[in-house]
């Protein structure tokens, strides 16, 4: 009997584990392998999906992923509170959904329509109702000061005739399954959770009556789609909050849903409360959430699902383990949505890795309010617009500078077919964001250097490290385009004491290390934290000195909550509103907000001030080149990757 390559590439595969075709109910998906939901604000106004949302989604049904599970969609505008979202209370939006549908079926992939009455007190006060509904009377998450408003039973029941009609809605437009989203404190949750349900009716109380609200809408659903099609609930077994549901408290939620028809469980940890769960940043690590598997496995029989910021490594872990039955990848299918099949021919060096930074996907969403993008796949979304085309004229492209923005600049341009050629005068790839990426927490961005460094090599790049050029160089005037991506250098002020010898900036700190036990970062920005984190981690005494009124004004949101419990749990001290004035052999002289000064004492001294674009060698290009040079990244304007490596792609992307 005779196989075929591909078999054999499975069978010799050390991930073949998650290559199995498993069940959920009566369906079958191919593999263990399921795309998280994620919400993308790609729908209209008028409540139907958008060319970009559904190419989005097709592009990851196309790269291998056994099911897609779609963001939460909810039951109606009144109740969402939330983003944009397709309008399933309206047939309208059907044929445009039949055609998400089958476009990811066309590629063997499941898809499954994840549904949620609402944000409930997580709500926006200023999207929907004026006042956030609740289980109860509880403060809203936003705004505290403003109690919401609790459902009657009258709307409760409402609520389950819209359940019916969005059932029916996943049904006609062709989704496979549907899940109920019961996750992340939002409405359903706050019925099932004694801290939030604080009713008296049938609806509150016991256990059972906090868990009616869920359950109900189960049967409903299960009514209005018949017994074929499967109901998956997502929720969260560990709020991780003091008063929020622990582990223990949710078994007894998870063996009822059973009992009531759910076929599947999605799990995880989190809630609002504790955000940086719901959106795990790096300083959470790899498979961050996967620990509340073993003990759910021991009380329910149905399929588990499980996520947060997985690896194939983690994943097959886990399946293994048993305790889980499909591993759900999220952000890192935004980063690769070709990321399941690069696993199953043997690439694993090939997969583009996700930083964990949530800088352009909820980053958008938070920021912005805008479509979901990403930091290392600037294509997010706008598949259809950014196809790399290969090219019937090659040019000669020269790049300066192999940080994350020339590095993208030279891996798209030769996916074009250009012949490109990169030189850096340091050592090695990665630039100042390769130097600083030292700490465990930052272990993703290695990687991610390492993945650029395989794909030139695949793309016979020519790399020269060790060499610096200047304006005059031949090899600029034969150049047909000239991507400058020099960076920028650290902004240093004028400090007394600021050039003693046991003071180094920071991007020495990272490259040769730090000497001593007491240290203390001046700047408490993201890098200065970083630092100062990755030294507490190591065992020394930090301190962080920060003239503005709180540290990592520039870290997102969500990992912000990270970093700062992260500081606290290893002691970093952090001192803001305060000025450094002077340094010398003895520490840091620092004059705070009421004027008064004070000595830090210190064996090193870290500067973390914030950087500035190095401009001269780009402006000389410019000016003796500037029809064919394109100016990428820091060197252009001090920003964050995302910055640098999308400006590279759309560098690279522009020669005709």
Request: aromatic share 6%.
């Given at each position: 009997m005779t196989t075929t390559v591909l078999e054999r590439v499975k069978m010799e595969n050390q991930y073949a584990k998650l290559f199995e075709a498993m069940k959920i109910g009566k369906m079958t998906l191919k593999n263990r392998l399921v795309m998280a939901p994620m919400g993308t604000f790609t729908p209209m106004q008028d409540g139907t999906e958008s060319e970009e949302g559904i190419a989005y989604y097709e592009e990851r049904a196309r790269g291998g992923i056994g099911m897609i599970i779609i963001g939460a969609q909810f039951l109606n505008e009144k109740t969402a509170q939330g983003g944009p979202t397709m309008s399933v209370d309206n047939n309208r939006a059907i044929p445009k959904a039949t055609v998400l549908c089958e476009r990811v079926h066309r590629w063997g992939a499941k898809i499954c329509a994840q549904i949620s009455p609402g944000t409930g007190r997580n709500g926006m006060p200023d999207i929907g109702e004026r006042v956030p509904i609740s289980s109860s009377e509880n403060p809203s998450f936003y705004n505290p000061e403003m109690i919401c408003r609790a459902l009657s039973t009258e709307e409760i029941k409402d609520i389950m005739k819209d359940w019916a009609q969005a059932a029916l809605f996943a049904k006609k437009a062709g989704f496979d399954a549907i899940e109920i989203h019961g996750h992340a404190g939002y409405l359903i949750d706050q019925f099932l959770s004694p801290i939030w349900n604080k009713r008296t009716d049938e609806y509150g109380g016991s256990f059972e009556n906090r868990a009616r609200f869920a359950v109900e809408t189960v049967q409903t659903i299960r009514e209005a789609v018949g017994p074929d099609m499967p109901i998956l609930f997502r929720i969260s077994l560990d709020h991780r909050f003091e008063g929020g549901r622990t582990i223990e408290d949710s078994m007894p939620l998870i063996e009822l849903l059973e009992k009531a028809g759910v076929d599947a469980l999605d799990i995880d940890a989190g809630a609002y409360e504790t955000m940086d769960f719901i959106f795990p940043p790096s300083y959470l690590g790899d498979a961050c959430m996967g620990y509340v598997c073993e003990e759910a496995r021991k009380h329910v029989s149905i399929p588990l699902l499980n996520a947060g910021s997985h690896t194939p490594e983690t994943a097959l872990q886990l399946v293994n383990s048993g305790n889980c039955d499909f591993v759900m990848f999220g952000r890192q299918m935004i980063a690769d949505p070709e990321f399941p099949k690069k696993l199953m021919e043997n690439r694993r060096e090939d997969i583009r890795p996700c930083l964990l930074c949530n800088e352009e996907c909820i980053g958008r969403v938070f920021n912005r309010t805008t479509q979901i993008s990403c930091t290392v796949n600037p294509q997010v979304c706008m598949e259809k617009y950014f196809q790399i085309e290969k090219t019937s004229s090659p040019q000669?492209?020269?790049?300066?500078?192999?940080?994350?923005?020339?590095?993208?600049?030279?891996?798209?341009?030769?996916?074009?077919?250009?012949?490109?050629?990169?030189?850096?005068?340091?050592?090695?790839?990665?630039?100042?964001?390769?130097?600083?990426?030292?700490?465990?927490?930052?272990?993703?961005?290695?990687?991610?250097?390492?993945?650029?460094?395989?794909?030139?090599?695949?793309?016979?790049?020519?790399?020269?490290?060790?060499?610096?050029?200047?304006?005059?160089?031949?090899?600029?005037?034969?150049?047909?385009?000239?991507?400058?991506?020099?960076?920028?250098?650290?902004?240093?002020?004028?400090?007394?004491?600021?050039?003693?010898?046991?003071?180094?900036?920071?991007?020495d700190a990272h490259q040769n290390g730090v000497e001593g036990e007491k240290i203390v970062v001046c700047g408490g920005g993201m890098s200065g934290c970083d630092t100062a984190l990755e030294l507490a981690l190591e065992g020394k005494q930090v301190t962080i000195v920060e003239m503005l009124s709180e540290c990592a004004r520039d870290v997102m949101v969500i990992n912000k909550i990270s970093l700062m419990r992260q500081l606290a749990e290893n002691n970093v001290t952090l001192l803001t509103d305060s000025k450094v004035v002077s340094v010398d052999e003895t520490g840091v002289t620092i004059e705070k907000k009421d004027g008064t000064v004070e000595l830090v004492p210190a064996d090193t001294v870290i500067t973390a001030f914030g950087q500035k674009p190095s401009t001269d060698f780009p402006d000389a290009v410019r000016k003796q080149y500037n029809i064919k040079t394109t100016v990428i990244g820091d060197a252009e304007k001090v920003s964050k990757a995302a910055n640098a490596i999308h400006t590279g792609f759309y560098a690279a992307m522009a020669i005709e």
């Open positions: 000669n492209i020269v790049v300066i500078g192999a940080g994350p923005g020339g590095l993208e600049a030279a891996r798209v341009a030769a996916l074009k077919g250009h012949h490109v050629t990169v030189y850096d005068k340091s050592e090695t790839l990665g630039g100042t964001f390769g130097v600083i990426a030292t700490g465990p927490f930052k272990k993703r961005i290695r990687d991610l250097i390492t993945w650029y460094g395989v794909q030139l090599s695949k793309l016979n790049v020519q790399v020269n490290l060790n060499t610096e050029i200047n304006v005059d160089d031949p090899i600029l005037e034969a150049a047909d385009k000239i991507f400058v991506a020099t960076g920028a250098v650290p902004f240093v002020p004028n400090i007394p004491g600021i050039e003693s010898s046991h003071v180094l900036g920071v991007v």
